[in-house]
């Protein structure tokens, strides 16, 4: 691909194709609109919306659609053709300002909550002008926020936009109070790494647990899973080039910063990483990259599986957050800078961050609590469900020597204070990576590594802008009370420390140990959605979420209930699909074995009636038994799955989910999976982890 430069966003209307397209007065009023986040005029929604129409119809586009995300967690589109009837009988093409910025979605049909009754359908979609139109599948999608009738957000796009304005407002308060007169906004910004598995298409659509929940939920160790680490960095393999050539591609004509692509530590599995952008876009590509990983998958004979725990035994998927805040000017707040100003300026941010995540952990855990995360935290591959920070130890030390008052090793000779002596050169890699910290300081940003692979990276973005905001708003209320603004903020900063530091934890997270050190810090752990979940609704989150108008109550009990609605409905196919493979599939096979081999016996008898049949007798007595047992396993799963029914409180019946039957599924799971080696290969229900695995 010889000329990239112009290839990439051939199939956005951006900034570019609107300079060219749009009369200098109607661009300039819409990048008005955009940067003071200003209504846009509907005789400039016309003329954008004529222009865009236009550029669509010779890309060989007929239809356009208000692309929004739901909180179905995907994204939804309702498609509308450009043509409008002739006096004549023909058709024009048109495409109106009105229809651009606003859309009717049927509100009802969406997950809500409780907001919206079946009778109560009407919704809006409403355009995000910050997020560029763009061409997908031959038609025109436009990024848009999805509200009720009554003003309620029912999607991710809307509370994300409030944070990231809640945040901007108190970050350049405190910018303001350093002498700042030139920032106008703080913009976070993201780059979400997405990792995934790739597998056969015809052994998927042999697997009914893959097709109906996206994981298996049986399946024996193979001899060889990721032990001899050989998949991790490794060359990749033709196919799946083939797969990256083209996704790389069909990313590009969208304008996302595809950047790095890899296979991951488990066999079949794989990462791609973007270059940083600001939050809202990187939300709507990462929905987007999802999407096209998919349907380029099924081009290649393959299924992209992006569960958070698709097999047991091997790594599961995660999605890394990697969260930091800029300047309108190109500042990063979070690079600790050279001059003694700065210095006080990256610890105030950087306290402030640490403040927010331990006063909020529940938060912090929520945002990334779904049923398929549930077996993935703390498995020994992910970070714990415990939040922790991660600073290393050079960062760590300056933060003890300020917080005592003590000089800072070698090279400080006098006593650290913050904004007088200047911070040690701290470069952005001072110290090692922490992979199994939930929350890692990495230079000049923070990895958040809980969220899941299929996650929206809204719900994590919308907490952490959303705290550190409020963090914010505390310290620039105190420090705008200062007489003396240099003793003030070393004051602040030294207590924020002193008072927050059991969150910083440096060591192996996976540890056992780190669970009891952790408990005697007082830091929560949260293992289940089910715990998690309903810490939304503690004042502390109302509050938080209200004062920065970031979510309503109303909005934080419906999207509480929407979560826990989930929850248990994932669990609830995961059952009901689980019985399904016991008693049409598995039980039938082993009945099949059970059977030729006690025909084999008989066979053998006939010739020698002296035969013993000893490893015969023991594998049909053995299996016997297996069978008996799961289908003992099988009847109490289904009793605890009716009993989860009988609740009518969502809360209580997903507590009853996880503390029942989960392990009740776990433990009929255990059976099927000694039951398979035992099989031969020819009885073998559906394809094995060997397969699906190493088949490619």
């Known amino acids: 691909m010889e000329k990239l430069p112009e290839f990439f966003g051939c199939m956005v209307f951006?900034?570019?194709?609107?300079?060219?397209?749009?009369?200098?007065?109607?661009?300039?009023?819409?990048?008005?609109?955009?940067?003071?986040?200003?209504?846009?005029?509907?005789?400039?929604?016309?003329?954008?919306?004529?222009?865009?129409?236009?550029?669509?119809?010779?890309?060989?586009?007929?239809?356009y659609t208000h692309w929004f995300q739901p909180m179905t967690g995907i994204t939804a589109e309702k498609h509308d053709s450009f043509i409008s009837p002739t006096e004549n009988g023909g058709i024009i093409m048109e495409f109106s300002g009105k229809e651009l910025v606003k859309g009717e979605p049927d509100a009802s049909s969406f997950p809500s909550g409780g907001l919206r009754a079946t009778f109560e359908a009407r919704g809006y979609t409403a355009w995000d002008p910050t997020s560029y139109a763009f061409i997908k599948d031959g038609s025109l999608c436009i990024p848009t926020a999805f509200c009720s009738y009554t003003g309620e957000a029912l999607d991710k796009k809307t509370p994300l936009l409030r944070s990231m304005e809640a945040l901007d407002h108190q970050a350049v308060r405190i910018l303001r109070l350093f002498g700042n007169k030139t920032v106008r906004h703080v913009i976070t910004t993201v780059g979400p790494e997405q990792e995934y598995f790739l597998i056969d298409k015809q052994l998927f659509d042999q697997r009914m647990d893959l097709l109906f929940c996206g994981r298996t939920l049986f399946?024996?160790?193979?001899?060889?899973?990721?032990?001899?680490?050989?998949?991790?960095?490794?060359?990749?393999?033709?196919?799946?080039?083939?797969?990256?050539?083209?996704?790389?591609?069909?990313?590009?004509?969208?304008?996302?910063?595809?950047?790095?692509?890899?296979?991951?530590?488990?066999?079949?599995?794989?990462?791609?990483?973007p270059i940083f952008t600001t939050t809202n876009i990187a939300a709507d590509h990462n929905q987007l990259t999802m999407e096209t990983m998919k349907k380029i998958a099924l081009r290649h004979g393959l299924v992209c599986l992006l569960h958070e725990k698709p097999f047991a035994g091997v790594n599961g998927s995660g999605k890394h957050n990697n969260w930091s805040l800029s300047t309108d000017t190109g500042l990063n707040l979070l690079d600790p800078g050279e001059s003694p100003a700065e210095n006080a300026q990256f610890l105030l941010f950087l306290t402030a961050v640490i403040k927010?995540?331990?006063?909020?952990?529940?938060?912090?855990?929520?945002?990334?609590?779904?049923?398929?995360?549930?077996?993935?935290?703390?498995?020994?591959?992910?970070?714990?469900?415990?939040?922790?920070?991660?600073?290393?130890d050079e960062l760590s030390a300056i933060l003890e020597a300020i917080e005592t008052g003590k000089p800072y090793g070698k090279r400080e000779k006098e006593v650290m204070t913050v904004g007088v002596h200047s911070l040690p050169s701290f470069p952005k890699d001072t110290t090692d990576r922490n992979r199994t910290s939930p929350f890692a300081f990495t230079g000049n940003k923070f990895e958040?590594?809980?969220?899941?692979?299929?996650?929206?990276?809204?719900?994590?973005?919308?907490?952490?802008?959303?705290?550190?905001?409020?963090?914010?708003?505390?310290?620039?209320?105190?420090?705008?009370?200062?007489?003396?603004?240099?003793?003030?903020?070393?004051?602040?900063?030294?207590?924020?420390?002193?008072?927050?530091?059991?969150?910083?934890?440096?060591?192996?997270?996976?540890?056992?140990?780190?669970i009891q050190e952790a408990k005697r810090r007082g830091l929560a752990n949260l293992k289940t959605t089910a715990e998690a979940m309903p810490h939304f609704l503690d004042r502390k989150s109302m509050e938080v979420f209200t004062r920065h108008m970031v979510f309503s109550e109303v909005e934080i009990r419906s999207r509480t209930e929407i979560m826990l609605e989930s929850y248990n409905k994932a669990l609830n196919i995961e059952v009901l699909t689980m019985l399904d493979m016991i008693n049409k599939q598995i039980l039938p096979a082993v009945f099949r074995y059970i059977r030729d081999l006690s025909q084999t016996i008989i066979n053998i008898r006939q010739v020698l009636p002296d035969a013993k049949c000893k490893i015969e007798l023991e594998t049909v007595q053995n299996l016997t038994n297996l069978a008996d047992a799961l289908s003992e396993a099988a009847s109490e799963l289904k009793n605890q799955y009716a009993q989860a029914h009988s609740f009518s409180s969502t809360t209580a019946c997903a507590r009853f989910y996880a503390d029942a039957v989960v392990p009740a599924m776990q433990k009929a799971r255990s059976i099927a999976d000694e039951i398979e080696p035992i099989l031969g290969d020819e009885y073998k229900p559906f394809p094995s982890y060997s397969d699906l695995l190493f088949r490619i």
């Open 14 to 63: 951006n900034d570019t194709v609107m300079q060219q397209r749009l009369p200098k007065n109607t661009y300039q009023a819409l990048k008005k609109c955009i940067k003071d986040g200003k209504p846009l005029d509907l005789s400039v929604a016309n003329v954008v919306a004529n222009a865009m129409k236009d550029w669509a119809v010779e890309h060989g586009v007929t239809h």
């Open 219 to 273: 399946g024996a160790r193979p001899p060889k899973g990721q032990e001899l680490e050989d998949h991790y960095f490794g060359a990749i393999k033709p196919r799946i080039a083939a797969f990256m050539k083209e996704l790389d591609e069909e990313l590009w004509k969208l304008g996302i910063l595809a950047k790095t692509e890899h296979n991951e530590a488990a066999p079949a599995q794989h990462e791609l990483a």
């Open 356 to 392: 927010a995540v331990d006063e909020y952990q529940e938060l912090m855990r929520l945002s990334v609590a779904t049923a398929g995360n549930d077996h993935r935290l703390g498995a020994l591959e992910a970070p714990p469900a415990i939040i922790s920070i991660f600073l290393g």
């Open 448 to 514: 958040f590594r809980m969220p899941g692979s299929a996650l929206s990276i809204s719900g994590p973005n919308i907490v952490l802008n959303t705290i550190v905001a409020e963090e914010l708003r505390q310290f620039a209320d105190e420090l705008t009370q200062a007489a003396d603004f240099t003793k003030a903020i070393n004051d602040l900063i030294r207590r924020t420390i002193k008072e927050h530091k059991r969150i910083i934890f440096n060591g192996n997270g996976y540890d056992e140990s780190w």
